[in-house]
């Protein structure tokens, strides 16, 4: 049991009278700040509760594709300039992600 979870059962304990903990002392248990416990518990009350959050299994939006991959790829291939070279002519992405990508294809030392 999560953190977030284990203080939503601690409030939801407290609504229906289960157990005489404060909000502060549930907040001590969780780790959690009191305003943070405060904000959990009127999301009870309201049924707006969210155990996960919502970016969870989505693909990023700026993730390159497999196109692009092999586009980069073969254009370093056919080049024989510096890396850093190479990063300045393609220009649309950062050095560290065409230098990763790079090196897990095993084109660089």
Partial sequence: MGKKEMAVKLIKDKLNNKTFLSYK????????????????????????????????????????????????????????????KFCNFYNSRSYSCIYNLLKENGLLK
């Fill in 25 to 84: 002392e549930i907040a001590e248990i969780t780790g959690y700040h009191p305003k943070y416990i405060l904000k959990l518990k009127k999301e009870v009350l309201d049924g707006t509760i969210k155990l996960v959050h919502g970016n969870k299994n989505r693909v990023p939006a700026n993730v390159m594709s497999e196109e692009e991959k092999a586009k980069i790829i073969a254009l370093y291939k056919k080049s024989n300039v510096s890396i850093r």
